[in-house]
């Protein structure tokens, strides 16, 4: 197992696109919580600049883990996974010794180790962010602690991997990227995104939206710290709640993973390889 | 024990009415290059898939060299390459067969063996997706050979490869056979599969209609012969025990008889006063046997 992980790794690290979705997610992802609501009006928000500081880290970066860092997840699940179609090396890899289990158990592993440099690439921008502006402000730099640091840094990895193991699920069934890629994003924004939106006014909708990636992924977030008003302005992503507890939101999550897991693997052990 | 390395009984794949492979009975045994032919369509890649266990058949079932194809002991004893080879275009040759040969559990430095029996040692740090057509064919053969493998399936290794390259290759296919390996090789290219295999199965409509030695296949030799007057020609040869059958042919005889007896043939023409001015040996080639038994009503070798 330890040379099929060693293999896969290779497989992403080497792959120009993992290194080009870090990249632009970490930019992106520092930009919309730290550059463009300080530029615009840092004591608009109902903490003032308290969010931009370091003490707020955890929960101003999670707060863009569920939808935007999803959508990135999601495409780096799809490529991991879809883009084997397309070149025809599932077909090479399957007759090799491990068997298709195996084999997919080896990318799901990689996949997952690959998603823990975009969780730290952000935090680790997100603090020299926090740190500049507290300079800006002559505000005190005062860190989370440890522990928060640690449980908001899981709590990144087990959001951005749902989406992931969504991608690597829609790749399977697509068999290709774009189809993958194209029903992901309209998932995240039409399905659940306007359907979370109806569910103010349509209360028969709250239990269902309660069950989406969104909704319990902000909620692990809310209980790191992300606020409700980063949350419900999250723009495309955005969330006006219920929130659900966070033990319910660990649990649907962790289910999610599973699942689409799962499903994945039940699909590419049963179907042909053409 | 068999000594059959590729066994199938009635081994059938429909596509919903399509039917793909129909019932084939397929024997290939220990040790020898086995020709697989047929047509675009007839069948050939879809019966690889299924033997290594990348398609489930509908119907009927395989072993491969005694196991289930697909299964994890068939896979770490079999090196395939069918279609086109599947390669990661980012990365070079030499990171491609190690990713291989991490799943096959294959010793790292069989990367660079490989790479050197196929002859890309040169170019194994560059991207494959900077590879020509050949080089990718030879890059797939390479990463088939990783496992140093019992029983080779390579499925038209040629494509892509100039008149020399496929000259090589048809060379190294031979050298791979040594050793008592197996290699099943698929391709249309009659000339390929003449030159390299021990046995030959073509294949039609999913079914395989004829089977043997290259030399069975293209049946006994028989003697074209051009004579005058013809008619009294065919009939003084039509007596000679050493003749088993006489046909006209335009102007000329097609004589069923081996070709040692083309000298008595001539002398007992020559002696009854009968100008012969053409004799020699007729004998259907593997293409010629390939269009017979692949068009329609052809198969009854």
């Known amino acids: 197992m330890t040379r099929q992980l060693s293999s896969e790794l290779l497989v992403l690290r080497k792959r120009a696109a993992t290194w080009i979705l870090l990249g632009i997610w970490t930019l992106l992802g520092v930009f919309f919580a730290y550059v463009v609501p300080y530029a615009l009006d840092p004591e608009d928000g109902t903490g003032g600049i308290r969010p931009f500081l370091p003490e707020s880290l955890a929960g101003t970066l999670l707060a863009g883990f569920p939808f935007f860092g999803g959508v990135f997840a999601l495409m780096l699940g799809v490529f991991a996974l879809g883009s084997e179609y397309g070149w025809d090396t599932l077909k090479a890899l399957f007759t090799q010794r491990p068997g298709r289990l195996r084999v997919f158990a080896g990318k799901l592993a990689a996949l997952g180790i690959v998603l823990v440099p975009f969780v730290l690439a952000l935090f680790a921008a997100g603090a020299v962010a926090s740190v500049v502006i507290a300079q800006i402000e002559g505000a005190p730099v005062n860190w989370p602690s440890a522990w928060l640091l640690v449980r908001a840094i899981a709590a990144g990895w087990l959001i951005l991997a749902v989406w992931a193991t969504l991608g690597v699920l829609l790749g399977v069934l697509t068999r290709g990227t774009s189809l993958a890629i194209g029903v992901g994003i309209l998932y995240a924004l039409v399905i659940e995104g306007l359907l979370s939106a109806f569910a103010d006014s349509v209360g028969a909708l709250e239990p269902l939206t309660q069950g989406f990636l969104r909704a319990n992924g902000y909620s692990l977030a809310a209980t790191l710290g992300a606020t409700v008003d980063s949350i419900e302005s999250s723009g495309p992503g955005s969330y006006a709640g219920p929130l659900v507890s966070s033990v319910q939101a660990l649990a649907v999550l962790v289910a999610f993973v599973a699942a689409f897991a799962a499903l994945s693997g039940y699909l590419l052990r049963r179907r042909d390889v053409e | ?301």
């Open chain 2, 1 to 301: 024990m068999t000594d059959h390395v590729i066994e199938t009984r009635a081994l059938t794949k429909r596509y919903g009415e399509i039917v793909a492979v129909d019932a084939l009975e397929l024997r290939v045994r220990r040790g020898e290059v086995y020709g697989f032919l047929g047509p675009n369509g007839a069948g050939k890649t879809t019966t690889l898939r299924m033997l290594l266990g990348l398609v489930r058949p509908t119907a009927g079932d395989a072993a491969v060299l005694g196991e289930p194809p697909g299964s994890r002991v068939a896979l770490a004893r079999i090196g395939a390459m069918v279609e086109a080879p599947g390669l990661y275009p980012y990365l070079s040759g030499r990171d491609n067969l190690r990713v291989l040969a991490g799943h096959a559990g294959a010793a790292p430095e069989r990367v660079e063996a490989v790479l050197s029996e196929t002859g890309l040692s040169a170019r194994a740090g560059d991207r494959t997706a900077t590879y020509s057509m050949g080089m990718k064919q030879r890059l797939g053969v390479a990463a088939a050979l990783l496992k140093d493998p019992e029983l080779l399936i390579l499925d038209e290794p040629t494509n892509g490869l100039d008149p020399a390259g496929m000259a090589e290759m048809r060379a190294f296919i031979r050298s791979l056979a040594q050793g008592g390996r197996t290699v099943v090789l698929s391709s249309h290219l009659m000339g390929e599969v003449e030159q390299v295999s021990d046995r030959v199965g073509v294949i039609r409509d999913g079914a395989l209609v004829v089977e043997g030695t290259v030399d069975q296949l293209r049946g006994r030799s028989s003697l074209r012969l051009r004579a005058e007057p013809l008619a009294r020609a065919a009939q003084l040869v039509a007596a000679l025990p050493e003749v088993s059958a006489v046909a006209t042919s335009g102007r000329l005889l097609d004589v069923t008889a081996d070709v040692t007896a083309a000298a008595g043939i001539n002398q007992a023409l020559v002696s009854a006063g009968i100008a012969v001015s053409e004799i020699g040996e007729r004998r259907a080639s593997l293409e010629d046997v390939f269009l017979e038994v692949t068009s329609n009503g052809g198969g009854s070798r």
